[in-house]
């Protein structure tokens, strides 16, 4: 009899700024990273987003910081059990240097998981470095990932799958000051981005050449028609992942990519909301995503993306919405499937 899972993904902005060194919530009145949010109204809001998803399994982005002081998984747990979660049990993969690490919380009594770094020699392992020519001068450069995917082998109830967690390279020009700074930090970074990606589409080309269940999940700092030099490259980021130009059985499925893709005018989904102060105003853009190989898609699925001010759910539940809107910039998505 199949059962039904529930897995979600979710950047959490400044996550790291709630907890001490010991792995504790700091439920007090001094501000978070999040604006004129207190880190007492983020940790509860965040209590009522992951209490109202009632997942299996989430893939935190930018989950507590992982060091010689601070520990990931300790962190994590602290949450779950300061709000009674289910998914009471966290892993992680390979530390990076920028407080924004990646890890999974779950439910251990549905789910089994553990990292499970792969390497080929078209797709080094993570924490590597890969040889990938980005700037089109017949000489490859060595490409390390600022934030290493986390590669997990899966069991959900006895149904194996593979999970890769995904931060990609952020492609905003931060610290330019002039206008010829930004078109030369957008280029590269959307060069590192591009190379990123490339490299993670090898790694998804050998599980699906093997046959496996994969999810791969996460914030990829990127979407079709996001900036202006996507037609420079080709292709974005999540496209080339997706696999755009490969056969339909090496294709990943995600709906919101594909409505992104093929709706040039009308509706457009987003899962993230920032400020921008110099026009006064928000604007959205849609960044994370839960991709699926062709075994998961052929199940019928349900994605969901957790807009405060979209989806019906959230817009009639006045507390759910709010805690939205205060725990992050981020929205999360969802995925119901029986396996």
């Known amino acids: 009899m199949a059962a039904r899972f529930r897995i979600a993904t979710y950047n959490i902005e400044w996550f790291n700024s709630l907890f001490d060194d010991r792995g504790r919530l700091l439920p007090d009145n001094e501000l978070s990273g999040r604006y004129e949010i207190t880190r007492r109204d983020q940790i509860e809001s965040l209590g009522i987003v992951f209490t109202a998803m009632d997942a299996d ?45 990646i890890a999974l919380l779950y439910d251990p009594a549905r789910i089994e998981a553990r990292h499970d770094p792969w390497h080929s020699a078209r797709a080094p392992r993570f924490d590597e470095t890969f040889r990938f020519d980005i700037d089109v001068d017949a000489t490859p450069e060595l490409i390390s990932f600022s934030k290493p995917p986390l590669e997990l082998a899966i069991r959900a109830e006895g149904h194996p799958l ?25 280029i590269q970074n959307r060069r590192q981005q591009l190379a990123e990606c490339v490299w993670l589409r090898r790694r998804v080309d050998t599980h699906l050449a093997r046959h496996q269940s994969l999810i791969v ?89 957790w807009h405060p001010l979209n989806d019906p759910n959230c817009l009639r539940t006045p507390e759910l919405q709010q805690a939205l809107l205060s725990a992050s910039d981020h929205f999360p998505v969802t995925l119901d499937i029986d396996l």
């Open 217 to 305: 999940m996460g914030d990829f700092n990127d979407g079709p028609g996001l900036d202006e030099y996507e037609k420079l490259f080709g292709h974005s980021g999540v496209e080339i992942v997706l696999g755009a130009d490969v056969p339909p059985d090496m294709r990943l499925h995600e709906p919101h990519a594909r409505m992104a893709l093929t709706q040039k005018v009308g509706i457009t989904p987003s899962t993230a909301r920032f400020w921008l102060a110099p026009d006064q105003q928000y604007f959205e853009a849609l960044l994370d995503f839960i991709m699926v190989s062709p075994d998961l898609a052929a199940k019928a699925p349900h994605w969901r993306i």
């Open 57 to 101: 399994a989430i893939m935190v982005i930018e989950a507590p910081n992982q060091g010689s002081r601070r520990s990931t998984v300790k962190a994590l747990e602290s949450f779950a059990k300061a709000f009674e979660l289910r998914t009471s049990r966290a892993v992680m993969g390979f530390a990076n240097p920028t407080d924004q690490e």
């Open 162 to 186: 593979r999970m890769i967690g995904v931060h990609a390279k952020s492609k905003a020009p931060r610290g330019a000051r002039s206008p010829s700074e930004m078109a030369r930090a957008g």
